[in-house]
């Protein structure tokens, strides 16, 4: 039994002009590619800038801390219940006067606001069942959100408060 080895070298291929081509066309082909992936991607989930514009939003920061301090003065304690269910998710609001009497004549509205994407957020419809307490529901909601209440008396804004919560 004999064993045969050849040792033929392999010849180099060459490089031509048209391979320096079609390289160069291939790679900013796969770039460009992988840039409209990226931008299609970005631009499909992105769900809307907080605010419109700056500059007005700017000038209205000066009537949020003056409406922040009327709201101190004021000393109302507002709870909150949120609890998610089979047929939705439920939203108590109990608000009461510096001695604990209940509120009346209140307007109340509720928020679920989704802290990356604005396209899902939530309203909730909320009614005065009793003086000071209100309730409303949504459908259901699980994960992180911001709760954000509002209570105003004859279309003035007398309390808001936002916070977060984490819903199961």
């Given at each position: 039994?004999?064993?045969?080895?050849?040792?033929?070298?392999?010849?180099?291929?060459?490089?031509?002009?048209?391979?320096?081509?079609?390289w160069?066309?291939g790679?900013?082909?796969?770039?460009?590619l992988?840039?409209?992936?990226?931008?299609?991607?970005?631009v499909?989930t992105?769900?809307?800038?907080?605010?419109?514009?700056?500059?007005?939003?700017?000038?209205?920061?000066?009537?949020?801390?003056?409406?922040?301090?009327a709201?101190?003065?004021?000393?109302?304690?507002?709870?909150?219940?949120?609890?998610?269910?089979?047929?939705?998710?439920?939203?108590?609001?109990?608000?009461?006067?510096?001695?604990?009497?209940p509120?009346?004549?209140?307007?109340?509205?509720?928020?679920?606001?989704?802290?990356?994407?604005?396209?899902?957020?939530?309203?909730?419809?909320?009614?005065?069942?009793?003086?000071?307490r209100?309730?409303?529901a949504?459908?259901?909601?699980?994960?992180?959100?911001a709760?954000?209440?509002?209570l105003?008396?004859?279309?003035?804004?007398?309390?808001?408060?936002?916070?977060?919560?984490?819903?199961?």
């Amino acid at each position: 039994m004999s064993i045969r080895t050849d040792n033929v070298a392999r010849q180099p291929r060459e490089v031509t002009g048209r391979m320096v081509f079609v390289w160069i066309v291939g790679f900013f082909a796969i770039v460009a590619l992988v840039n409209a992936v990226m931008i299609r991607a970005a631009v499909s989930t992105f769900g809307g800038v907080e605010t419109e514009n700056a500059y007005q939003a700017g000038l209205a920061f000066e009537r949020e801390i003056a409406a922040a301090a009327a709201q101190d003065a004021l000393h109302w304690s507002v709870q909150a219940r949120v609890a998610a269910g089979t047929g939705g998710t439920e939203l108590e609001v109990i608000a009461t006067d510096a001695v604990g009497r209940p509120l009346t004549g209140l307007t109340a509205t509720g928020r679920l606001v989704h802290p990356t994407d604005k396209r899902v957020d939530h309203v909730v419809a909320l009614r005065e069942r009793e003086p000071g307490r209100f309730n409303g529901a949504t459908e259901s909601v699980v994960g992180q959100w911001a709760l954000v209440i509002e209570l105003s008396r004859d279309g003035t804004r007398m309390f808001r408060s936002r916070n977060r919560l984490f819903v199961r």
